[in-house]
């Protein structure tokens, strides 16, 4: 069976809507962003220059963490376009796996950053001027076994991303569905 469990009427929409596309693109990009200082800020020696990546790395998580509720509520109150009627049954469910476990840990990379922060006693003041709460008092043993999850988080969000972004260019060019259009800004 190829009808996706996201087909719909043929008056359904076919694009996503501007602000959609907008925040699709400016948190991939964030979000590659961040991974890739993230990796490279762990392995430079204690200087100013790690100093400043720990604090920009903070506040871009605070702020990907903020846009990702606003393109939460934006999608709970916004249908999506239906899926190409072509799409076999196991594409769509793997195409609706991907973006709930991606939705997820768009919470959860930042959150298990900012609890890791909070108890290596290290709080977070987003863009140097607001304090933000810890979330868990100051302890250097929870610290330690947190630290691992955030990295495995941003890895796991990473590794789903490109399977994401190689999943929407075969779409378009094998497939040749229409699906990578949906997305792209600009177009008509």
Same mark, same amino acid.
């Not at 977070?124 to 999850?149: E, H, S």
């Given at each position: 069976?190829?009808?996706?469990?996201? @087909? %719909?009427?043929?008056?359904?929409? @076919?694009?996503?809507?501007?602000?959609?596309?907008?925040?699709?693109?400016?948190?991939?990009?964030?979000?590659?962003?961040? $991974?890739?200082?993230?990796?490279?800020?762990?392995? +430079?020696?204690?200087?100013?220059? *790690?100093?400043?990546?720990?604090?920009?790395?903070?506040?871009?998580?605070?702020?990907? +963490?903020?846009?990702?509720?606003?393109?939460?509520?934006? *999608?709970?109150?916004?249908?999506?376009?239906?899926?190409?009627?072509?799409?076999?049954?196991?594409?769509?469910?793997?195409?609706?796996?991907?973006?709930?476990?991606?939705?997820?840990?768009? $919470?959860?990379?930042? +959150?298990? %950053?900012?609890?890791? @922060?909070?108890?290596?006693?290290?709080?977070?003041?987003?863009?140097?001027?607001?304090?933000?709460?810890?979330?868990?008092?100051?302890?250097?043993?929870?610290?330690?076994?947190?630290?691992?999850?955030?990295?495995?988080?941003?890895?796991?969000?990473?590794?789903?991303?490109?399977?994401?972004?190689?999943?929407?260019?075969?779409?378009?060019?094998?497939?040749?569905?229409?699906?990578?259009? *949906?997305?792209?800004?600009?177009?008509?």
């Amino acid at each position: 069976m190829t009808v996706s469990p996201s @087909s %719909g009427p043929a008056h359904a929409v @076919s694009r996503y809507t501007p602000l959609a596309i907008a925040l699709h693109w400016l948190l991939g990009l964030a979000i590659l962003g961040m $991974f890739a200082v993230g990796v490279f800020m762990t392995d +430079l020696p204690i200087s100013p220059l *790690r100093l400043k990546l720990y604090n920009w790395h903070k506040w871009a998580g605070v702020t990907v +963490l903020t846009l990702s509720v606003l393109r939460l509520l934006w *999608r709970v109150t916004h249908r999506p376009p239906v899926l190409p009627q072509a799409m076999p049954t196991w594409q769509a469910r793997a195409y609706h796996a991907t973006h709930y476990l991606m939705y997820a840990l768009f $919470f959860a990379v930042p +959150l298990i %950053g900012w609890a890791y @922060s909070s108890a290596a006693g290290f709080p977070i003041v987003w863009f140097g001027q607001i304090p933000l709460p810890d979330l868990l008092a100051p302890d250097k043993a929870l610290a330690d076994m947190i630290k691992p999850l955030h990295e495995l988080s941003a890895f796991a969000l990473v590794g789903l991303a490109s399977l994401h972004i190689a999943a929407a260019l075969k779409h378009h060019w094998i497939d040749r569905d229409g699906l990578l259009s *949906r997305m792209l800004p600009g177009r008509s």
